[in-house]
């Protein structure tokens, strides 16, 4: 009975969700986002008839295309900016972190508030301050490609950076409200405490019948 015990423990842990709660605003800046990112997600169709239209070109008929090369750059671009914010609010970005799932998610919520506010926001602060001239010059300037036969509207593709940049901001401020409202309210349970709750009961129910 002892190793059930043990059992159902570690199961608890291991199963524990490690989501966290959802508010107004995280539910309806989420779903914007993610619609917005299923949306994108044909980038990569378009990229992949885009790549095979021109290998096709230049290695059937010997005619390759500066345009069709540019294109495929931009695409990626734009697919893998606006895969950043998708992938925050998903959580299903690469964590490189070797201590973090041995955590509570209590701890794991602290650290990355704490991450939010001493990293990110800075960082998008900072992508901003230099983004925007750098997207208004090219623009007043009209710029295009330097490749002879380039594609035109250079400026338009330095706008995804800030385009990009504001939907991660977006995700990031849906993220903290989700942090916070786990850490600071007063009526929230963590699903570790619900599920070791839930084993405490078993393990009375499974007393009363010994």
């Given at each position: 009975m002892?190793?059930?015990?043990h059992?159902?423990?570690?199961?608890?842990h291991?199963?524990?969700?490690?989501?966290?709660?959802?508010?107004?605003?995280?539910?309806?800046?989420d779903?914007f986002?993610?619609?917005?990112?299923?949306?994108?997600?044909w980038?990569?169709?378009v990229?992949?008839?885009?790549?095979i239209?021109n290998?096709?070109?230049r290695?059937?008929?010997?005619?390759g295309?500066i345009?069709?090369?540019?294109?495929?750059?931009?695409?990626?671009?734009?697919?893998?900016?606006v895969?950043?914010?998708?992938?925050?609010?998903?959580?299903?970005?690469?964590?490189?972190?070797?201590?973090?799932d041995?955590?509570?998610?209590?701890t794991?919520?602290?650290i990355?508030?704490?991450?939010?506010?001493?990293?990110?926001?800075?960082?998008l602060?900072l992508?901003?301050?230099?983004?925007?001239?750098?997207?208004?010059?090219?623009?007043?300037l009209g710029?295009?490609?330097?490749?002879p036969?380039?594609?035109?509207?250079?400026?338009f593709m330095k706008?995804?950076?800030?385009f990009?940049f504001?939907?991660?901001?977006i995700?990031a401020?849906?993220?903290?409200?989700?942090?916070?409202?786990?850490?600071?309210s007063?009526?929230?349970?963590s699903?570790?405490e619900?599920q070791?709750?839930?084993?405490?009961?078993?393990?009375?129910?499974?007393?009363?019948?010994?």
């Open positions: 002892q190793n059930n015990n059992q159902l423990t570690d199961t608890a291991r199963s524990a969700s490690t989501g966290l709660p959802h508010t107004r605003l995280s539910t309806w800046l779903g986002l993610i619609g917005l990112g299923n949306a994108f997600s980038l990569w169709v990229l992949m008839l885009v790549i239209i290998v096709l070109m290695y059937l008929f010997g005619e295309r345009e069709f090369e540019e294109l495929q750059w931009h695409l990626y671009a734009l697919g893998w900016l895969g950043l914010s998708y992938c925050m609010v998903t959580d299903s970005h690469v964590r490189v972190d070797l201590l973090r041995r955590f509570s998610l209590r794991q919520a602290k990355e508030l704490f991450g939010m506010i001493i990293l990110l926001f800075p960082f602060i992508v901003f301050w230099y983004a925007i001239p750098f997207f208004l010059y090219s623009w007043e710029e295009v490609s330097a490749a036969g380039g594609l035109p509207f250079r400026w706008s995804a950076l800030l990009a504001a939907l991660l901001a995700a401020i849906s993220r903290m409200s989700r942090v916070c409202a786990f850490l600071f007063p009526t929230q349970t699903p570790e619900t070791l709750s839930t084993l405490d009961a078993e393990k009375k129910e499974s007393s009363s019948w010994k």
